[in-house]
C-alpha cells in the first residue's frame, strides 16, 4: 500500500512547493521559482506561497505626519504584538501566520491603492509597502504593511537532501543567484 495521500490543491498547482525550516522549527512554504545544478549541489530561488508581512512601529515622541518608522524584527517583540496583529487582519479576513523567515498571512489582500503605498529604506534599500491595517499595543501604535517586490530566498540542497538556506551577500553566491533572476526574468 502506497504513503501517497491525493492533495486536490496540488493538483491545481503546477509549480514545485517545498518547505523552509529556520533555527526555532518554524516553517514557511514556498513555490520554487527555478533552480540551478552547479557541482553537485541543486540551488532554487524560492517565493513564499503567502503573503509577507512587515510590521512597522512608530515613533511616539514625534507628531504623526513626520513620524518614523521602525521595523519590527525582534521575535520578543513580535511575539508581543502578534495577537492583537493577528486580531487586526482577521477583519481583513486574512490570517497572520508566525512563519520562517517573515511573517506572512494567508487570504486574499485588499485591492492596491496608490495612496496606501509608502517607501521605506529597509536594509540600504527602498522598498515599496502597502498599507494592511494599523492598531495600538501597550500605547505604542503600530502598522501592517506587505511588500509590493517579491519576496525571494537562495536555498541549496545539503548532503541529506534537505533545504538549507544561503546568503545572497555571499561573493561566490552573486554569480548563482543572478543566473537564477536572469532565467526567471527570460521565462
Known sequence: ???????????????EKVTLTDEEGR???????????????????LMPVDTPIVILAWDKEKDEEFSDAIL????EEIEQVFADAKAVLAELELTLKNTAYTLTA???????????VITLEIE??????????SFYSQDQRY???TPLSPLL????????????????????????????LFEEIEE
Open 1 to 15: 500500500m502506497s504513503s501517497f495521500r491525493f492533495n486536490p490543491e496540488n493538483e491545481l498547482d503546477d509549480e
Open 27 to 45: 516553517t514557511l512554504e514556498c513555490y520554487v521559482e527555478n533552480s540551478l545544478d552547479r557541482e553537485d549541489t541543486t540551488y532554487v530561488l
Open 72 to 75: 519590527i524584527e525582534d521575535s
Open 106 to 116: 494567508s487570504g486574499e489582500l485588499p485591492p492596491l491603492e496608490d495612496e496606501e
Open 124 to 133: 540600504a534599500e527602498e522598498e515599496e509597502l502597502q498599507f494592511l491595517a
Open 143 to 145: 502598522s501592517i504593511y
Open 153 to 180: 530566498f537562495l536555498a541549496k540542497y545539503d548532503e541529506k537532501g534537505e533545504l538549507e538556506m544561503v546568503s545572497p551577500d555571499d561573493q561566490q553566491m552573486q554569480p548563482i543567484l543572478e543566473e537564477l
